[in-house]
C-alpha cells in the first residue's frame, strides 16, 4: 500500500489531507478549526488533525506533497503578512488604500509567472521551516503544479480508468486551466491555457464589479443572473472578450485591462443584466471548449475540477452536451480541493495508485458519544437520548419547523451533505425566508438546495439521467409539476441543485425516508449547518453557539435532541 502520504495546501482555503493507498484516512480545511472563512494561514491545525485522526506521529510521515509553487505564491511564503492583508481586503475586512490597490495589481502580473526550479526550492526550505515546528523534520517535500493537483482529484475520483480531465480556475502556477487524458490510469497533459486568458479571473472581475467578493460569492453572480431577462448572444458584449481557439482560450485584453473594460460595460446595463451575461459567456466558451476537447481526445467521459466549475450552471451545460456520456465534478472542486490533489498526484507517482475508495466525503472529525453527551449536558439546554433521531427528526420537519442536524464525520468540501445540515421542507416560502433573513443571513436571490432520495430524482426532475449526483456539484431542472413542492428549493428558472442520496448516507437516507412516509415527498431542504459568512460547523461546540446565536429550537447531535 506504500507510506502514509500528507497533502498541503497554504493558500486560499488551506488544508491538510492523509492519503494511504487507495484510502483517503482524513481530510479537512483549517477554516474549519480556526473558524475563520476561506483561512489562508499554514494549515497546522488541519496537519495536526490528519496526524490525530490516524493514530500518527510527525514521525511516521515520510512523504508530504505541497500544490503551487509559482513566484506569487513562493513570495507569500516568505512574506506571509502580505497574503493576510490580501485575505482582509478581499472579504472586506478593510478597505485598501492605494498602495494596496497598487499591490493588487502586481500581485495579478506576478500570478501570470509559472514556477520554476527556484521558486520550487525556496517553496520547499519555506516549508521545511514550517514543518519542522510540527515535528516534521525528516519528512520529503515534494512541490506538484496547482492545476496537476486539479487534475488528480478529478481523474483519480471520477471512477473511470480513462476519461477526459479538465481543470478551470482563476490562475496557479501561471495557468489558469488545463486539458488532460487519461488512458488506463495514466494521466497525460495535452494541452495549457494561460493564466493571462482566463475566464476564472474574468468571472472574478464581474463579482467584484457586481460589489461581491471575488474568490467567494461567485455563485451569487450565478443566481442573480437569473433575475435578467435574456440578452441575445448578438447583443452581449462580453462573448467577444474572451475567445476559444481549439484547445487555447484567449483574452482579448491583459487581465487589469479587462476589469476596466468590464467596467465600463456594466455602466450600461443593470446588474443582473451584467450578471447575465456574465454566466452566459461562461457557459458558451465552456461549452466550446469540451466539444473541442472531446473532438481532439475522442473521449466523452469527462472529470472536472478546478474553481470555475463550481458553477453548477456550467456543469449542467457540459453534462447536456449531445457528446457527453458522463460528467464528474470533483465535489471539492476549489483551491480547498489542493491538498488532496498534491497527495492524490504524489500517491500516483510513487505508488502507481490511480482510482480512490470513494463512495462519500465524510473524511473530517467524528466525536464519540461521550463528546456529544458531554456538550448536551453542559449546553443549558434540555436535552434527551433517542434511539432514532432521523424519525424524532422527521415529525419536527413534517409539522414545518427548522432542525439543525449534526452527524458522524465532517464533510470535506463546500457543501453541507447530510452530516452538518440544516434542514427543512423543501417546498415553503415562509421556511425559506426566515432561514435567509432570520438565520442564514443571505441575499435573498440566492436559493437554498434540496437533498433527495435517489429514487426520487426521475419524479422531481425533468433532466434526471439516472446516475445520482450524490455532491450538489450539478444543476437540474424540476418538473413544472413539483415546482409548488419544491418551491423553497429551486432558483426562479425552476432549477435547482440536489444532493441525491444513497446507501453510502444510511442515517441521512432513513430521515428522507421518515420525511416522505409522513409528507409523500423523500426531499428536504437542505442547506450548511453555519450562519452566513462563517464556515461550516465542525465540532459540537461549533453547533451549540449556531444554536445560540440563531434561537433556533431544535438541535440532534447524533442521538441526542437538544432543544429549548
Not at 30 to 36: M, P, Y
Not at 379 to 398: K, N, W
Not at 489 to 507: H, K, L, T, W, Y
Request: proline share 4%; with cysteine; charged share 20%.
Amino acid at each position: 500500500m506504500g507510506d502514509y502520504i500528507l497533502g498541503i495546501w497554504d493558500g486560499h482555503d488551506a488544508g491538510a489531507a492523509l492519503v494511504h493507498g487507495t484510502q483517503v484516512i482524513f481530510a479537512i480545511n483549517e477554516e474549519r478549526l480556526s473558524r475563520r472563512k476561506l483561512e489562508i494561514k499554514f494549515p497546522e491545525r488541519s496537519i495536526k488533525a490528519c496526524l490525530s485522526a490516524a493514530g500518527l506521529t510527525p514521525q511516521d510521515i515520510s512523504t508530504v506533497a505541497v500544490s503551487t509553487y509559482d513566484p506569487a505564491k513562493t513570495l507569500a511564503r516568505l512574506f506571509p503578512a502580505t497574503k493576510e492583508e490580501y485575505y482582509l481586503i478581499r472579504r472586506r475586512k478593510k478597505y485598501p488604500s492605494f498602495f494596496t490597490t497598487l499591490k493588487k495589481k502586481c500581485k495579478y502580473k506576478i500570478t501570470e509567472f509559472q514556477g520554476n526550479a527556484i521558486t520550487r526550492r525556496i517553496s520547499v526550505r519555506a516549508l521545511s521551516s514550517e514543518l519542522r515546528r510540527l515535528g516534521l523534520s525528516d519528512t520529503e517535500v515534494i512541490m506538484v503544479n496547482h492545476h496537476r493537483c486539479h487534475a488528480a482529484t478529478a481523474a483519480f475520483f471520477s471512477g473511470r480508468t480513462s476519461c477526459l480531465v479538465v481543470t478551470l480556475d482563476g490562475i496557479g502556477d501561471g495557468l489558469s486551466g488545463t486539458v488532460s487524458s487519461m488512458t488506463s490510469g495514466a494521466v497525460k497533459p495535452i494541452a495549457e491555457i494561460s493564466g493571462k486568458d482566463s475566464l476564472g479571473i474574468f468571472f472574478e472581475h464581474v463579482t467584484n464589479l457586481l460589489n461581491m467578493r471575488e474568490l467567494e460569492d461567485e455563485g451569487k453572480v450565478m443566481a442573480l443572473a437569473c433575475y435578467a431577462y435574456p440578452v441575445p448572444d448578438a447583443d452581449n458584449p462580453l462573448l467577444d472578450l474572451m475567445q476559444v481557439h481549439g484547445l487555447s482560450v484567449r483574452s482579448r485584453y491583459s487581465t487589469l485591462t479587462l476589469y476596466d473594460v468590464l467596467k465600463k460595460i456594466l455602466w450600461r446595463y443593470p446588474s443582473e443584466q451584467f450578471a447575465y451575461m456574465a454566466q452566459r459567456t461562461l457557459e458558451v466558451k465552456i461549452s466550446e471548449l469540451m466539444s473541442n476537447a472531446m473532438h481532439a481526445t475522442g473521449q466523452t467521459d469527462i472529470a472536472l475540477a478546478g474553481g470555475v466549475f463550481s458553477n453548477i450552471k456550467v456543469n449542467m451545460c457540459v453534462r447536456k452536451l449531445p457528446s457527453v456520456r458522463s460528467c464528474f465534478v470533483f465535489p471539492h472542486m476549489g483551491d480547498g480541493g489542493l491538498a488532496l490533489g498534491a497527495a492524490a498526484w504524489v500517491n500516483y507517482l510513487k505508488n502507481n495508485v490511480t482510482a480512490y475508495t470513494f463512495h462519500d466525503v465524510y473524511w473530517g472529525p467524528a466525536y464519540s458519544n461521550d463528546d456529544l453527551e458531554r456538550a448536551a449536558r453542559t449546553s443549558g439546554f434540555h436535552y434527551r437520548f433517542c434511539e432514532h433521531p432521523e424519525q424524532e427528526a422527521a415529525d419536527l420537519i413534517a409539522a414545518g419547523n427548522i432542525v439543525f442536524w449534526f452527524q458522524d464525520r465532517m464533510e470535506y468540501g463546500p457543501r453541507a451533505l447530510g452530516n452538518r445540515s440544516i434542514l427543512a421542507l423543501p417546498g415553503s416560502r415562509k421556511i425559506k425566508d426566515i432561514l435567509n433573513l432570520q438565520l442564514k443571513m443571505r441575499v435573498w436571490y440566492q436559493p437554498f438546495c434540496p437533498s433527495l432520495l435517489e429514487e426520487e430524482a426521475p419524479r422531481l426532475l425533468e433532466d434526471a439521467d439516472g446516475v445520482p449526483n450524490h455532491f450538489m456539484t450539478m444543476g437540474y431542472k424540476v418538473r413544472e409539476s413539483m415546482y409548488q413542492q419544491l418551491e423553497g428549493v429551486m432558483g426562479i428558472d425552476g432549477s435547482c441543485r440536489p444532493q441525491m442520496v444513497g446507501d453510502a448516507e444510511p442515517r441521512f437516507k432513513k430521515l428522507l425516508e421518515a420525511v416522505r412516509a409522513r409528507t409523500g415527498l423523500g426531499a428536504v431542504l437542505n442547506t450548511s449547518f453555519n450562519i452566513h459568512g462563517e464556515p461550516l460547523v465542525c465540532s459540537p461546540d461549533d453547533a451549540l453557539r449556531t444554536m445560540r446565536l440563531t434561537g433556533n429550537p431544535f438541535l440532534f447531535l447524533g442521538n441526542y435532541f437538544i432543544y429549548r
